[in-house]
Every structure is written in C-alpha cells, then in structure tokens.
C-alpha cells in the first residue's frame, strides 16, 4: 500500500518561510518523480514543482526563485523549503508521485494547509 504522509505546514507572516515534508512509504522511492501542488480556494489544484528521480527539478513561475524542492532517497521524503512566502501562496499543499513533465501517477498524500497572512 502506498502511502504519502506530508507535515510542516501552519500559519506564517508574509516574507517568512516553511519547509514541507513528505513521506512515502509502500514504494522503491528512488526509482519515482515526486511533485508538490497546492489548491486555493475556489481555484483548481496547481503544480507547485517536481523533482526526477535523477533530482532534477522544475518549478512554476509563481515561486521561482522562492521555493525549492528536494529529496532524501534514505528517508524516503521529498520537502518543499517555502521562503519569502506571500498571501496568494495560501493553499492545501499535496506532494504526489510524478512521470515526466509532472504529471501525477495516481498517488497523493492528504494534504498540508498553508497559511499566509498579510
């Protein structure tokens, strides 16, 4: 069975920082991409980024330069590290197993809220 589980998220003053864990379980780890999406209320779910299995990563302009997206093949997590966070950043954060391009393969964790306030 597999199992996502993501922690770290909370309320935060806008321009402070979270990190988001996320931890698997029930797959090979390193062999999967793994990404971050986050949805708002009212608004569709949204890649954030995604990390390969060979570590490279990608993200959406909305938090380059902000945000970065790592991974611990023996801890079996993928994080977030979230900096110079803004209101609009406010969201459910989901990390999911990827393919190419991002796309979700079918597994999700239940979600983290994050809250930023202006």
């Known amino acids: 069975q597999v199992l996502l589980v993501e922690s770290g998220g909370g309320l935060v003053q806008a321009g402070g920082s979270l990190r988001l864990s996320c931890a698997a379980s029930g797959i090979i780890f390193s062999i999967v991409g793994m990404g971050w999406y986050r949805q708002a209320p009212g608004k569709e779910r949204e890649l954030v980024a995604f990390?390969?299995?060979?570590?490279?990563?990608n993200y959406a302009d909305s938090v380059k330069g902000r945000f970065t997206i790592s991974r611990d093949n023996a801890k079996n997590t993928v994080y977030l590290q979230m900096n110079s966070l803004k209101a609009e950043d406010t969201a459910v954060y989901y990390c999911a197993t990827t393919q190419g391009g991002g796309r979700p393969t079918g597994y999700w964790g239940q979600g983290t809220q994050v809250t930023v306030s202006s």
């Open positions: 990390i390969t299995r060979a570590g490279g990563s």
